[in-house]
Structure formats: C-alpha cells, structure tokens
C-alpha cells in the first residue's frame, strides 16, 4: 500500500512543528515547502537525521518547488506573517492574503485533489480565501482553530480543576480571534458540564484566558507566535480524515446556512474523514450563544470585505 502524501506550505515555527510531530505519527510521508532557498530542505535533513532515534519510517522532503506536493492528500498551509505583540490577528489580513492567494493557486495546480486545510492568520478569512480561490467544494477547504482554542479552554479548566487536561471535552466556536465563542455549557468535564462545576465569574475568567491565550504567547515570546499546541491541533486534524476516523472537534468550515451564516468560514462542530467536512453538527444554542456567534460571523465579513470577498463565490 502507498502512503499518503500529506504536504505543509511553510517551514516556520508552526510549519517545521506540525511536519515533525506528523512525522512521528508514521502516517504520512511529508513534503515541507517554503520560499526561503534552503529553509525547509535543511529542517527537513534535520528531521530525517532523527529517523533511527525516532523509529522514524515517513520521509520528510524540503523543497522551494510546488512540484514537490503533487499528489499530496492533504496540504496544510502554514505560509504567512506571524503576529507581533500589540497587533491582531486582523492586522495580518493583507498582508497573508496576498501571500496565501498565489500558494492556493499552486495547491489547485500540483495537488489538484487534496484537503486543504489553512493555518494562516486570520484564520476564517483565510479559510474562506482559499475556498474563493480554489473553486473546490466546501467538503475539501477547512480552517485549523477550533481544536487549539478547544485544547488551550481544556488546558485552563483543568489546571483550575485539578484534572488530567484530557478529561475536559471543550467546545469553542466562532473566530480564531476576538470573537471566539466557548461555550461552558457545552463543556463538559468528566461528562458533567462546566457550568455545574465552577461559579459564573471563574468560568468567565477561563473563557477569557482561553480568548486571549494567543496574544499571552505573543506578549511572553517577543518574537512570533504559538507553535507547539498549533503544531498539535493540526495533526489531529490530519489524523482525523487519513485515518477516516470520523472524529468530532471544531474547525473553521464553510457555512451555507448553518448557524444562520451564509457565505463565510467560521468554526463550528464537525465531523472528519477520508473526504475532509463530513458533517457540520448542529447543537442547540441559546439566544445569547446564537448572538455572540452572529457578532463573531460579522468579523469574517468584515474581513472578507476588507478583501473585496463577499459574495465572491455562490455556495
Ligand atoms: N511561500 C512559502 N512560504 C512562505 C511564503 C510563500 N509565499 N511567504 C512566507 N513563507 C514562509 C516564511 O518563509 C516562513 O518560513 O512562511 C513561514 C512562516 O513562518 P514563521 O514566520 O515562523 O510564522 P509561524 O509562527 O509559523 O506562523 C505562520 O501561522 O499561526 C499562524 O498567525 C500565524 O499566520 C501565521 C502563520
């Protein structure tokens, strides 16, 4: 049997990061891809090297040649400015969508029948570029976001709580940003809800963590972004749909009427497998959730019109 190709645009932090902790999953042979002449050939050595200390039997290929991810299953695009402390995630919008645009050009032309699954900031802006530029079905474009939000949510509660980290199911949709919707009632720890644990200001008070963990990594790092839980929260994505696994966790999907949003990406509970989305789940939201869900939606939209990309593709 041949094994998969799965391709990573990008040999950054959180590109280098996802490819290697994807190379000691065994899954996939890597092809790690990135403008700088050298960069991603050399991490990807560095990462071979490894093979006999990591039981390592996936190659890892560094290439600046978009040849290099033909016939990938899925390509995971990395590629793009990290954030500085101070800005948002909305500061990067030009600038990573023009660097994103001509990437998604050479996905569609090399790996024409991939999942492409987009790690860029902003995250459900970018997510709903790439479906505009691809021109594939919905089933095949996703953003990764909800399953780090989810982890960073579970990390808190469980550090307030006293468990294993793994014991809380969180729920986080919306945007990879400001707008980013926990829903402690949703949350579950030990299959008991959030909201029957904690008091409504320590649940507040996680929710706003989990909302601005991204900027206390920026603020802590100086220089550039998360990686490690990225890294992680992309390789459980990719598992998911090479294993056909059917697993449920939140992703930036896009929307054609579910949730109310109609014509953007946005995360919300999904089901992955072998052909990427293959289902939005719907829960029951109260009106205060649906609300907060809206506001977040109208930050997409705002940020697709920033780009000149609402109404750009009938769904
Ligand atoms: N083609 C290929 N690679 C590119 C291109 C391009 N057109 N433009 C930039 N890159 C590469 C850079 O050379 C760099 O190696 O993208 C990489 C980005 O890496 P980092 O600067 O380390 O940024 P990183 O922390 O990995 O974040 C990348 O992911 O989480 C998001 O907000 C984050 O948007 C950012 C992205």
């Known amino acids: 049997m041949t094994r998969p190709k799965v391709a990573i645009i990008g040999a950054g ?21 990135d403008i700088v002449e050298g960069l991603a050939q050399g991490k990807a050595l560095d990462m071979m090297h490894a093979s006999a200390l990591e039981h390592l039997t996936v190659t890892v290929e560094g290439s600046t040649d978009y040849a290099a991810i033909r016939e990938s299953r899925i390509v995971v695009v990395t590629a793009g400015l990290a954030r500085k402390p101070g800005m948002t995630r909305e ?10 645009r001509p990437i998604v050009e050479q996905v569609v032309r090399h790996a024409p029948q991939a999942i492409l ?26 953003g990764m976001a909800g399953v780090l939000d989810g982890a960073r949510f579970a990390y808190g509660i469980a550090q307030r709580l006293g468990v294993a980290p793994d014991q809380v199911a969180p729920m ?13 009632r949703h949350t579950t720890v030990n299959g008991k809800r959030l909201t029957d644990l904690l008091p409504p200001d320590d649940v507040a008070a996680l929710v706003q963590r989990t909302r601005d963990a991204g900027a206390e990594i920026v603020a802590l790092l100086k220089a550039g972004s998360a990686f490690y ?66 506001a977040a939606a109208a930050t997409v939209q705002s940020g697709l019109q920033a780009l000149g990309l609402v109404g750009a593709k009938k769904s």
């Open 91 to 100: 500061d990067l919008l030009k600038a990573n969508a023009e660097i994103v």
């Open 117 to 142: 699954i987009m790690v860029t900031n902003p995250l459900d802006v970018m997510t709903y570029l790439a479906y505009t530029a691809t021109g594939w079905e919905r089933s095949r474009v996703l």
């Open 229 to 294: 839980a990225p890294g992680s929260s992309v390789v459980a994505m990719v598992r998911a749909i090479l294993q056909n696994a059917q697993t449920a966790m939140t992703a930036s999907a896009i929307l054609t009427g579910e949730y109310g949003c109609h014509g953007i990406a946005l995360g919300v509970p999904v089901r992955l497998g072998a052909t990427g989305l293959a289902e939005i789940i719907q829960i029951d939201l109260t009106s205060e959730e649906r609300q907060a869900l809206q």
């Open 13 to 33: 932090q959180v590109g280098a990061t996802t490819a290697w902790n994807l190379a000691r999953t065994n899954l996939a042979d890597i092809a790690l891809v």
């Open 172 to 184: 986080v949709l919306g945007t990879h940003g400001d707008t980013m919707v926990c829903l402690p």
